[in-house]
């Protein structure tokens, strides 16, 4: 231990000022809550970008007190600070802080503005235990933690009844993930003795690798997807993250962009070493998130609410990461990670600007011609924009082809992968740019007159025409958009005569990893060329295409009203698979089903069971009710009863 | 020199006579007093093994238990208060139904 | 000697506890059990436990005690009514008893045998030692139960408080 890096410090702040605005908000001035609550993410920054310039090479471990101690069980609150966790705190501290200041503009004059700055900092207290954490254990509290704080910002507008189901939903859907890293954490003390990643990694990286095995780290790896889906919202369990936009906006930048549903990522990335010995694991991973990335992305084609589009479109960016994850490029997963931070955050904190211009409107069939009226907006939105669309220079372009590179070159990936990578790259510059044009360009398709006749301007959520947000909002906005543009530079592959400096710095964290990739160095530059270039010219016929349906001058307003025939067709009715099934399968199908399935043996066989069983229950229950009695003497006599059965089994067995 | 079960048994006696006042009597106030006994008993057990084997760790016990008996006595006979309030009754078989 | 003073402290606390049982009135019922407990207390000390026998008195028959009395005499309930209302308490009460405690007593007898005796005085339960053990190797429970009876203590007084 060289210097002290006060890394319990860096989640403790924001707690403590959660601690602060919960229970003293109330008396405080709107500025006064909203300067507390920066204040501390902005010290948690400065403490992490400290680390961050001490870290020297060599994984820090700060072990604080002990926290569990039974038996060989010994676990601590023990920090870990390695290039990974440095990527990821400064992400959470950084992004978190531009949020905090957005919000205080976005929230002004809200009832329960306290409340929401101590949920938000008290999600910034969970996020960063679960980067810090030094052991499995305490990664599972802040994994919990962020659930919790999910649910409570998305509900909380909770009088709003589908804000408080969306919260429930997350929270339960999530709930089911997380049971798979309780049982993988179990099986990791089972399998290591241990939690702490110092000794469950390299014991992990020293297994045999279990090809087409059920071994230990298949299972881990399995149940740590299984909880990856669940947060990080892929195929199946994502189905919480569109109903979670509930929530106000700020939440959906700073949780469902740009940290909590990067954990499941942060996780894989962090247990690389287990996942390499298991390659069946990976790939069911690379599949999950392939799959995840081209399901949401077509699904955003077709949606007109700005916030639904965002949300299938941060499902499906996170699919691109976990794919990197299946294929081993965990360097890149976490760099893709980090620009999709900075991109989508702004991109949702854009969103929420118009939405506060628009006086609370989400339909973008009722929006368009914004430019002139909101042009910083615009045009960091169309940055953004352009950096998720993955053309150079802009952040999305390196970490994106870094994947798709990896995706193709990896010796757990394929050309399957890589293809369906560049797919969903086409239609997500496809539906962005659709979002951007119906928003911004052609003609106005709102109200805007007759309210501004009234003079009714409140605080942005009356009929008026659209604004420019205040400074406090549109800031952040302008730094995210130079983060957005040049955040990939730290990560120019040395083909394009950059560095690779975010590989050497990742490289320690993923020292296996990085030898699998470094066995993929044997394919040509020239192939790697020429698929940096198919992806960029997919990018860019999709923002044609986007264009050419939703940018031109005709059409503009048929446009508005609805995707292009041929193409939204297909989508909106899920590729006609449906119908193909229904002619292949189904018909034939009902006859048989219908006359000999139905007729003879449902009504006879198994009804009759069924009801049976029913009427067998109702009798139980009838004799079952008689303990119910209310009569609190005669549930002593019951207890008793059981306390003899357990003291007559001693006396009869144990001698 | 007592056998260590003589104490051991008497623990047994007092639980049970504990257990009966549970059952038998109808006054709340009463139940509450016969959970006491029981604990008692069941604390007369501790102190006695504590000194058979010669450890303080059932003495230890014993206090816990003291305090955890106060606390659920502190409890109980607050619901008893307010029960008494909405019922005016203490007898158990007149609070039949498990709500209020 | 000892055997006698057992004896009769042994005897002492089963009749009030059977005394309990019998009295109508939970006020006696109440002054029984003070005297169970105060025989329990004397049984502790010639344990040897001096510190538990001191608590005993004074947080059991002292404290808890004198809040059954106050909740008794500020709800002035009178003498119990003789109802039956749980057939299953007035059928298999009885025997349920007396069940358990054959159980429990041949569960002492086979796993202690009557040879293991106890001695008076020799093993001074010193309450130095005790609150050393409970500072240093009960810390946490300790600080449980401190959460735990203030936690008590305000459910008690929000429960007990007049609704307005």
Sequence with gaps: MDANFYLWLIPLVPLLGAAINGLTGKQRSERGVAAIAATSVAISLALSLRAFFLYSGTPVVESHMPWIYAGNFHVDFNYYFDPLAAVMTLVVTGVGLLIHIYAAGYMSGDAGFYRFFAYLNLFLFFMLTLVLAGNYLLLLVGWEGVGLCSYLLIGYYFRKPEAADAGKKAFLVTRLGDLGIVAAVLLIFKTFDSLNFTEVLPAAAQFAPEHGAWGPLTIIGLLFLLGATGKSAQVPLYIWLPDAMAGPTPVSALIHAATMVTAGVYLMARSSAIYLNAPDALTMVAVIGAVTALYAATIAVVQTDIKKVLAYSTISQIGYMVMACGVAAFSAAVFHLMTHAFFKALLFLGAGSVIHGMGGEQDINKMGGLRKFMPWTSITFLIACLAIAALPPFAGFFSKDQILWEAYSSEHGGLAFWIIGVTTAAFTSFYMFRLYFLTFHGQPRFEATAARAQGAHGNGHGGHAPHESPATMTIPLMILAVLSVAGGWIGIPALLGGGDQWNHFMAPVFTQAADVNHAAAHHKASTEYLLMAISVLISLSGISLAWWFYGRQRSRDEAAADTPGALRTLVANKYYVDEAYQFLFVRPLVTFSRDILWRAVDQWVIDGAVNGAATATRGLGSVARKLQSGNIRSYAGWVIIGALLLIGYMVGYSG | ?100 | MYEILFFVFAAAAVGFAINLLVQRHPIYGAISLIGVMASLASLYLMLGAEFIAAVQVIVYAGAIMVLFVFVIMLLNAGVEERTNRSRMAKQLGAPLVVLLLGLLTSLVYRNFPPDAAVRFGDFPGQTADIGRRLYIYYMLPFEVVSILILVAIVGAVVLAKKET
């Design chain 2, 1 to 100: 020199m007592v056998p260590l079960s003589y104490y051991l048994v008497l623990s047994a006696i007092l639980f049970s006579l504990g257990v009966a006042g549970f059952i038998f009597k109808r006054n709340l106030v009463t139940l509450f007093m016969s959970v006491e006994l029981m604990l008692n008993a069941v604390n007369l057990s501790f102190v006695a093994l504590s000194y058979y084997f010669r450890q303080l760790d059932g003495q230890i016990f014993v206090f816990f238990v003291m305090v955890v008996a106060a606390a659920e006595a502190a409890v109980g006979l607050a619901i008893i208060i307010s029960v008494f309030r909405n019922r005016q009754t203490l007898n158990v078989d007149e609070i039949s139904l498990l709500k209020l």
